[in-house]
């Protein structure tokens, strides 16, 4: 079956900076994404990799790696504004999307 | 408006009662989506329409009636509805079904609580 991990919930501290890992085992693959929602809003897309490396975009960067089956969300100089959840997403070889069930993150002063 | 919007916001209802979700985009997409979203679990596809069509129905019980009559509007009917399917709906939409990153932009979801 398909299927994508990521921790259920991390804590951080505001300033500093925090890693959200995503595993993922699909049938094919077609490019990963990640998304960030806060409580009662929309899912807001933040990145997308298809090929190795790292994208960087303001304080947030993400990851890629298609051997190992991985990918991480970097966020940087974290804002209290940060806490939200943060959901990974693969497409597979059908073009179907793939959810995980998304990391909690919570910012403390 | 721009973006998705989906109406209501909150909807309370029994398991008799019929009601309907409505979304709307202003984004000029021609795919749209009903996903479910139930506490610490993944996103669950319900429908997808690509050019009014439905392309997608993942094994979703018949009292969730999806209807699409152009482009822009989707609907949820919702009919003898069990207390499980309480949960966060979501529209999506993306230009189409195929092309490139295909990115998704939702609304911010009817919240559905069945008594």
């Known amino acids: 079956g398909q299927n994508i991990d990521q921790p259920t919930e991390m804590t951080a501290t505001e300033g500093a900076i925090v890693q959200i890992n995503c595993t993922y085992q699909?049938?094919?693959?077609?490019?990963l994404f990640w998304y960030q929602q806060h409580a009662g809003e929309a899912p807001t897309f933040l990145s997308y990799?298809?090929l190795d490396g790292l994208e960087e975009k303001g304080r947030f960067s993400s990851f890629l790696s298609r051997s190992k089956g991985y990918s991480y969300l970097l966020l940087k100089e974290l804002q209290m504004k940060d806490s939200a959840s943060y959901l990974c997403a693969v497409r597979d070889s059908n073009y179907q999307l793939i959810w995980g069930a998304g990391t909690k993150l919570i910012i403390k002063p | 408006e721009t973006g998705v919007t989906q109406t209501p916001r909150h909807l309370v209802m029994g398991m008799t009662n019929k009601k309907s979700l409505k979304c709307e985009q202003h984004l000029g997409h021609n795919a749209m989506y009903w996903y479910k979203q139930s506490a610490k679990k993944p996103l669950e596809l319900m429908f997808v329409y690509n050019f009014k069509e439905q392309t997608e129905n993942n094994s979703v019980p018949s009292r969730f009636s999806p209807e699409c009559p152009n482009s822009s509007h989707l609907f949820l009917h919702l009919h003898t509805l069990q207390p499980e399917d309480s949960a966060l709906y979501l529209c999506a939409s993306s230009q189409d079904t195929s092309s490139g990153a295909n990115v998704l932009t939702f609304g911010a979801g009817s919240r559905l609580t069945v008594l």
């Open positions: 699909t049938s094919g693959f077609n490019g």
């Open positions: 990799n298809v």
